[in-house]
């Protein structure tokens, strides 16, 4: 996926002369071609977010659209300061595009672990979030997301679905025999897609964040008494959090049911499979809570 | 040959009278970049900065408790008028205690040290990159205790790497940070050799004479950013207040202030 939107921000960039590309020293065989291209509009500052947004803040302010990438790792929490006072505060838009999602570096420990990020990112004013779920949600994306009417905080997860999806900002999987659905994004999905394929269970699949449809969404969760909302990332500030808050809004009565990490893991595993077992988020455990419910 | 004359004693007068009018902090910090400000302000193309221009040099706060003094120094060259200056620290006021871009001609919000630097930095690339004729700067006033924060050497370690000569970074060296002497607290010193071993040219001036500040920045290398020290005193011009750091958080009661406007006859 990270290719496909590079590829594209590239395309752009031939064509819109005031986007402006940051790394902070990420994106090997990814962002050469662009620092080939347009050596005028693409800089390497280092290992260094705080300077990293307050650069592109600086950009803004001489009206360039400017693009930071990095790992989804490092692009929120170092630099949150600098997001709240030089991005928010300004209402100046920026389009950060951080690589890795929830377990996606699964061996790499802890502090790679991309499991408590969009959460900060969505209580900030004036962001968007979206978390592309399936390969398709891709097309013409970058165009989509350059017209930078808010910021925007794109976090790419290493899989690559094809099989569901379009460009819609969520996939609807139904099934209304059942009573329940599972609400879910990122790389999860994958290990959650069999539940629909084999045994017709109803999902709803995002792709993008933050702000929520509400209108749409509310009319596909009134029809269901159970939601189990399945994420790679903490409950309390992440999907489960966003949704309940809706329900609650609208006066909507179901009962939802948090799967999810509660804590970060000193365990490591080869893939993230491993990372799911042991947060009893994998296939098996969401089948038997289900089961159970 | 450009007239240097700025009226330092009125300004200080300024923000006496607005710190014991709206009970606000800061004074210290405020008086002590007074020099530093109006000779940034000397150097740019005030116009250009009242209309917005695209091509305007930058200027930024970076020390953004030191708004009082900042307002009041604006308010001499004409960028804010007094009815707005006297709105300062008050109720419904977009004058706050740290700067704020909700003010005309301020260009960016400060408060939390160590970010204007950052965005100075990338204004600078950004004129660098649009390649405009009149060859503006981007200026920034840090604090010295501002200098403990990490992000600062970040953006001086990029700016000397790219070889900015136009981002010029103004230290307010007054030598008190927020409850004690600077270098009590972390030692800058050798600050100098500091910034020569970034990739800066640098010059160590009387942070409160207007001249020599000019100077040093009129006559810098070309192929260098410029780090300017200016060894300031915090509270300058106020005898109780001189080098005193309670004078980051007090407000003014009335006697100390007729002693203050006494000190500034």
Redesign the interface.
Known sequence: MRNEIIDQIHKEMKIDKNIFFLTADMGINLVEKIEIDFPDRFLNVGIAEQNLIGVASGLINLNFKVVVYTISNFLVHRCFEQLRNDISLHKKPILMIGTSCGYDNASLGPTHHVIDDWGYVKNLPNFEVYCPSNIHYLDNLAKKLLNLKESIYLRIPKINIDTIGSQKDYEYLSNEKYENIILTYGSIVEEILPLFKINGQSLLVFNKLHPLDKTSILKILKNYKKIFIVEEHFSSNGLYDSICKMLINSKLCAEVVSVAPKDYNLKIGTNNKFLFELNRIDLTSIKNLIEKN | MKSLDVDTKKIRNRIVDLIYKSGASHLGSSLSLIEILSTIYLLVDLNKIKDHA?DRS?VFISKGHGACGTYSVMNYFGLIDDIELNTYHKNNSYLSGHVS?AVSCV??????L??G???????????K??KFQSNPL?LVVCGDGELQE??VW??L??AG?LKLNNFIVFIDYNKISSIKSTNEVVNLEPLEDKFLSFGFETKNVDGHNIKEIYDAVTNRAEHKPLAVICNTIKGKGVSFAENEPVWHYRPLNKELYIKAKDDLK
């Open positions: 695209p930058r871009h260009e960016h919000s400060t408060g939390a160590g970010h630097i950052s965005v100075c930095l990338g204004t600078a690339i950004g004129i990159t649009k981007s990490g992000s970040e953006t370690m990029l790497h």
